[in-house]
Every structure is written in structure tokens, then in C-alpha cells.
């Protein structure tokens, strides 16, 4: 299902990226913190063959974005490995192309929508059932749904896979102001500030997912929240979410310290 960029679709990389100073220990920092979130992601199941993108833009260098590498599954990725792009589709630093779906999703993204800092895209299961289901796909019954409640969208008209500007450009206008699109029939997006709100947020969604399709399967009518305490502990969820979802990646690097260390290679 990996697809490349042809190369009528990239343009000469200016010169002045090729010496900038890419190699900083905020980019390094960076690398390392994505790097832990596509290896627990693996861990958890989140991933789908060598499908799926995390992006990043780096950090002080509005114009690119980290990415994963063509043909390379979330367990195989290291620091080292993740790819600089820049957003004509050219590889400025590092070994390896960009899937061209996630250049044509991400790029397209980050450069319409620059609050989108980090977009995370997955295929990952609960979410993605909620995703082909008819109407809204999250019932705001359950704690954990309500660190969403106000935060999403959903993008009702899948178009295939995205292998053009067009069809990136729709996706990140279908975003609107959300934080979080659920793409029916497809998956999930979800962008942030900083890797660890983006991480944080995609290990809750899927969290949130699968209790809801447990509680389905059930076959008992779910009970919802009312809408003002639902948005009254939606408040208070994501109150201080910054500090909490970095608390959350250190954890996350903490145990990849131990059991799969070469992740920040």
C-alpha cells in the first residue's frame, strides 16, 4: 500500500537547507521524542504494516518536518532514521524517501494549517471502527471520550488514497479548528502544539475507542454525559495538558530505556 512521489511532483531543494544546522540538540531532542512515540505505538498495536505517518515540523525550521521513511515499520524506527523533508517532497536530511501519501497528507497540513505543529495519522483499530460506522463516532459516555469533548470532527467524504495536493489540501481544510478529524472509512488525524500533546492525545483516543466498542458490544444503550458537565470536564481535562503530556512521553521513554533502548539511536 506504500506509494512513492514521482519525481515530476518534487522540486530542487534551495541550497540555503542543504547547510543549515540540522543537527542541533533541539532537532535531536525532537527526533528522540517522535522516535519514542512511533515505538510505543508499535507496542500497543497502533500501527499498520509500513503504513501510517507521525510528522513533526522541526524546530526552528518552519519550512520542514520530521517524517518516517518509506518501508519502514513503527518498531524499525530510531531517532537517526526519521527523515527531514522539506514540502516539495525532497529528502534534506537523512536515508530514504517520504511515503507519498504522507508527504501529500502532512505537508499539505502543516502548511495549511501552522498551528498544526505535530500530525499524527493512524489506521489504529478501535478509532478507525468508530471511523466506518454512520454518524458521530464518539458517544460521549465515558471519561476518557470527554478529553475530546469539543476537540473533534469528522471528514465525511473519503476520497481514496491522498496522492496529490489536492486531496491534502482537503483533508487539512476538513480540520477546521478541531484538534482531532476522524476520517470515515479511513482513520484518524490528530495535530498538536508539541510531540507529547499529540502522543498524548492519540493513546487516550484510541483508550477512549476501544471502551466505547466494548461497551457497545454489550447491546445495552450507552448512557451519556450530559453536555454541560461533559464540557465542564472536558475543561478540566486539558487544563495543564501541556505538563501532563510531557509527564506522559518522559514515562513512555523511561520504559523504552529499558526494553528497547536503541529507539534513541
Not at 85 to 102: I, L, P, Q
Not at 112 to 120: D, E, I, L, N, S
Not at 230 to 237: E, F, G, L, S, V
Amino acid at each position: 500500500m506504500a506509494h512513492e512521489i514521482t519525481a515530476a511532483a518534487r522540486h530542487a531543494a534551495p541550497a540555503i537547507l542543504r547547510n543549515s544546522d540540522l543537527y542541533g540538540a533541539e532537532i535531536r531532542a525532537a527526533r528522540v521524542d517522535l522516535a519514542a512515540c512511533f515505538r510505543m505505538a508499535a507496542r500497543l498495536g497502533l500501527q499498520e504494516g509500513i503504513c501510517n505517518h507521525f510528522s513533526a515540523v522541526v524546530p526552528g525550521h518552519d519550512d520542514l518536518f520530521l517524517v518516517n521513511p518509506l518501508g519502514l515499520a513503527f518498531e524499525e524506527i530510531t531517532a537517526s532514521k526519521l527523515l527531514i523533508c522539506d514540502f516539495h517532497g525532497n529528502t534534506v536530511a537523512g536515508n530514504g524517501e517520504v511515503e507519498a501519501t504522507a508527504f501529500y497528507i502532512h505537508a499539505r497540513l502543516h502548511l495549511q494549517k501552522p498551528r498544526a505543529r505535530v500530525a499524527f495519522h493512524t489506521h489504529m483499530p478501535n478509532a478507525t471502527a468508530l471511523s466506518m460506522l454512520e454518524g458521530e463516532p464518539l458517544v460521549w459516555a465515558g471519561q476518557t471520550a470527554l478529553k475530546f469533548y469539543g476537540r473533534t470532527v469528522v471528514d465525511e467524504n473519503y476520497q481514496g488514497l491522498a496522492l496529490d495536493n489536492a486531496e491534502g489540501d482537503r483533508i487539512a481544510a476538513s480540520m477546521g479548528d478541531a484538534d482531532i478529524v476522524f476520517m470515515k472509512n479511513h482513520g484518524v488525524m490528530v495535530i498538536a502544539p508539541t510531540i507529547a500533546q499529540a502522543w498524548d492525545d492519540l493513546y487516550y483516543l484510541e483508550r477512549a475507542a476501544d471502551v466505547q466498542l466494548r461497551a457497545m458490544s454489550s447491546g445495552r444503550h450507552l448512557k451519556p454525559v450530559p453536555a454541560e458537565i461533559a464540557r465542564r470536564t472536558a475543561q478540566q481535562m486539558n487544563d495543564g495538558d501541556a505538563a501532563g503530556a510531557r509527564l506522559h512521553l518522559e514515562s513512555v521513554k523511561r520504559i523504552l530505556a529499558r526494553v528497547e533502548p536503541d529507539f534513541a539511536d
